[in-house]
Antibody, heavy 122, light 107 residues
Framework: QVQLQESGPGLVKPSETLSLNCTVSGYSIRNGYYWGWIRQPPGKGLEWIGSMFQSGTTYYNPSLRSRVTMSVDTSKNQFSLRLSSVTAADTAVYYCARVGRGYTARDWFDPWGQGTLVTVSS | EIVLTQSPATLSLSPGERATLSCRASQSVSSDLAWYQQRPGQAPRLLIY???NRATGIPARFTGSGSGTDFTLTISSLEPEDFAVYYC?????????FGPGTKVDFK
């Protein structure tokens, strides 16, 4: 079965860049599907960050577009998130997930990784 | 941006009772709505997609209904593991958005 695992620093300084990886097991990213990032500030709801295809096609939330970059490394079966110029408002649990049924980026998220907490603080 | 509103914010019930959760969209999303369950300390889990289709492995006590702007998630008889937060999500238009959640807790 498909499993996803987020990894990256748990603490990032204000104004720096948050970088996370999501390693996929049980499925080759080369075979398709879109892959996404969603975040959840402590005690709050969910916010879609962006989704991408293995070809490099990306879709970003307009509220974050100027600061977000997603990329994929098929050799490592991994995709990544970079969020620049972070502030305390970017403190959240960051989840990676596979997007829905494979033929569209505008779909559900299933399955999800377990999530990783990133704190922005000096 | 499509705004999703969920009600009630908190639903206090006992095991065995029926839970009815509502999700309302600021404009029509057709049937392009999903429901997720999030237990404490866990990632969200897809329950329902396309408004009424149960995801793989989801028990039959979970039922989704609705279309357009008004949607309902019904849990026919609450099991102890169902006490969690439930989110709706629309895929009708960019950006993808989630509702604020409904917490189902013990009465």
């Amino acid at each position: 079965q498909v499993q996803l695992q987020e990894s990256g620093p748990g603490l990032v300084k204000p104004s720096e860049t948050l970088s996370l990886n999501c390693t996929v097991s049980g499925y080759s990213i080369r075979n398709g599907y879109y892959w996404g990032w969603i975040r959840q500030p402590p005690g709050k709801g969910l916010e879609w960050i962006g989704s991408m295809f293995q070809s490099g096609t990306t879709y970003y939330n307009p509220s974050l577009r100027s600061r977000v970059t997603m990329s994929v490394d098929t050799s490592k079966n991994q995709f990544s998130l970079r969020l620049s110029s972070v502030t305390a408002a970017d403190t959240a649990v960051y989840y990676c997930a596979r997007v829905g049924r494979g033929y569209t980026a505008r779909d559900w998220f299933d399955p999800w990784g377990q999530g990783t907490l990133v704190t922005v603080s000096s | 941006e499509i705004v999703l509103t969920q009600s009630p914010a908190t639903l206090s019930l006992s095991p065995g009772e029926r839970a009815t959760l509502s999700c309302r969209a600021s404009q029509s999303v057709s049937s392009d709505l999903a429901w997720y369950q999030q237990r404490p300390g866990q990632a969200p889990r897809l329950l329902i997609y396309d408004a009424s289709n149960r995801a793989t492995g989801i028990p039959a006590r979970f039922t989704g209904s609705g279309s357009g702007t008004d949607f309902t998630l019904t849990i026919s008889s609450l099991e102890p593991e169902d006490f969690a937060v439930y989110y709706c999500q629309q895929r009708s238009s960019w950006p993808l958005t989630f509702g604020p959640g409904t917490k189902v807790d013990f009465k």
